[in-house]
């Protein structure tokens, strides 16, 4: 049995606070519902945003608008904008995040990202 039900939830971003997180470059805000195994954050980059570091979590994430790029440690980039997501699993690649206009997204990430072997 599953003890991580989720009940129907409704969330109302305008009423969920934001919290600021400085980049290498620029300022991301979170607003963030956290559930047991889950978080769900809508995301914003100021303009200009450089992730201040390389991340191994696995997400879901989702433009809702504005273009960003999603760089891996080997070097490869790719350009999301508004409508793309990207999906990786905890521990498969060293991603990081930046804008140049700005961009605000839906990021998904818990327990059933983590790998297995």
């Known amino acids: 049995m599953n003890n991580r039900n989720i009940p129907f939830s409704l969330i109302d971003w305008t009423n969920v606070p934001k919290s600021e997180h400085k980049g290498e470059n ?15 954050r809508l995301v914003e980059y100021s303009k200009g945003y450089i992730a201040d570091h390389w991340c191994t979590k696995g997400h879901i994430v989702h433009c809702l608008e504005g273009e960003f790029v999603s760089e891996l440690n080997n ?16 521990e498969l690649s060293s991603h990081r995040s930046s804008t140049e206009n700005g961009v605000k ?13």
């Open 26 to 40: 620029g300022v991301a805000y979170w607003q963030t519902m956290q559930f047991e195994g889950l978080r769900i």
């Open 75 to 90: 070097g490869e980039k790719s350009i999301l904008t508004q409508g793309m997501t990207y999906v990786v699993t905890d």
């Open 105 to 117: 997204l839906l990021i998904i990430d818990g327990d059933f990202l983590k790998f297995n072997n």
